[in-house]
């Protein structure tokens, strides 16, 4: 696979990765599916060749028995991966709630270490800030743990898409993520970002307004999350579909009946595209977040060895300018957080 190149030390990964949440967080189906999630991983590393492919968890999935997962496939074959994991969220009885103190973070990476079954983190990101801890504190305990050798570098998740509000068609207001670039530029005097994970996608563009370009002029690598806009963009979810209800999309604004119905002529741009390439709207979705920046690396979230298979297949996809032009005439998704 076409490899890329991200963040302060160069670091290498297979194009496309793995976002490995699904498998035991937030998704319909999610923490009955085993050894088909052990398929899955396994899938995404023969599909990445010679370049190691980034897997993306978190502490806080499952909570903790997705990193065990990713344990159990890296004790086989570290080499070909490439870990990313993230810490700061606490999953209690009633709420998820940050935490930054510099002592946590030491003891959550140490925890990690274990579940995973390896010596080093690759990527070491945090979470959430939480407002009750300076965040150059947190960023200098993990900075930390780069010159123990416990992690080789460090990055930070945007904050999510229901703190910034918006309008009523789902487009952000002006500055969505201008929380995200002060934090950015405040953690930056401390220790060298690496990589910044949040959510890009044909129906969620916004990073494209200043998150991504800020990446871009620093050498950051952007990790694209949700680049399947939650599973919609592959065309295979049917409006009026019932979610679980610890699914996320259950409360998802855009994942009502009349919000996926209203939004389908999205995926029937993207099937357009799709069939010239003889791809599939999935294939068409995450060749799009490549074509963003040569930093960019989206990580498709799958539970399914097949879906594993065939996103790691995008990386291959050529986009013509027609087909972005084309694409980015498709009409804004509807369904807003607010
Ligand atoms: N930093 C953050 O705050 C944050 C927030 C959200 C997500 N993330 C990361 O970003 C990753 C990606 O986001 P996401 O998983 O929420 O959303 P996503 O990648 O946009 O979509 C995942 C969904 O798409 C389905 N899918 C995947 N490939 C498919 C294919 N080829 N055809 C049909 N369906 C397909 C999956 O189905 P199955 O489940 O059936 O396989 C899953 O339901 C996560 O896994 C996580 O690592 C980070």
């Not at 696979?1 to 793995?18: F, K, N, S, Y």
């Not at 052990?38 to 190691?52: I, K, N, P, S």
């Not at 918006?166 to 401390?190: F, I, K, N, S, Y």
């Not at 977040?289 to 060895?305: C, Y």
């Amino acid at each position: 696979m076409e490899r890329r190149t991200i963040g302060a030390g160069a670091l290498e990964v297979g194009a496309v990765g793995l976002g490995c949440m699904p498998m035991s967080w937030a998704y319909t189906g999610s923490r009955q599916r085993g050894d088909a999630s052990l398929r899955t991983v396994h899938a995404a590393l023969d599909a990445g060749g010679e370049a190691a492919t980034l897997l993306d968890t978190a502490d806080m999935y499952g909570p903790f028995t997705n990193e065990l997962l990713i344990g159990r496939v890296l004790k086989e074959r570290r080499g070909e991966a490439f870990v990313s994991t993230k810490c700061g969220l606490l999953v209690g009885e009633q709420h998820i709630v940050a935490n930054g103190r510099p002592g946590y973070v030491k003891r959550a990476c140490d925890a990690s270490l274990r579940r995973l079954q390896t010596e080093t983190i690759d990527l070491y990101q945090l979470h959430r800030v939480d407002p009750e801890v300076p965040v150059e504190e947190t960023w200098g305990a993990m900075a930390e743990l780069v010159a123990a050798g416990k992690v080789r570098a460090l990055g930070l998740c945007a904050v999510g898409a229901r703190a910034v509000r918006r309008t009523a068609h789902g487009r952000p207001r002006p500055g969505m993520h201008d929380t995200t670039l002060r934090l950015l530029e405040r953690v930056q005097q401390v220790f060298p970002v690496s990589a910044v994970e949040a959510e890009l996608s044909v129906w969620s563009p916004e990073a494209l307004d200043a998150l991504l370009p800020w990446c871009a002029a620093r050498g950051v690598g952007f990790l694209a999350a949700m680049p399947l806009g939650n599973g919609f963009l592959t065309g295979t979810l049917t409006p009026g579909q019932g979610f679980e209800p610890d699914d996320l999309r259950a409360r998802h604004p855009r994942f009502t009946a009349e919000m996926m119905a209203a939004n389908q002529p999205l995926v029937v741009g993207l099937r357009r595209v799709a069939e010239r390439h003889g791809a599939t709207p999935a294939q068409i979705a995450l060749a799009w977040t490549l074509r963003q920046g040569p930093h960019v690396v989206p990580i498709p979230g799958a539970k399914r060895a097949r879906w594993a298979e065939e996103n790691a297949g995008a990386a291959a996809v050529r986009l013509t300018e027609a087909d972005l032009a084309e694409m980015a005439a498709l009409p804004p998704a509807l369904g807003s957080w607010d």
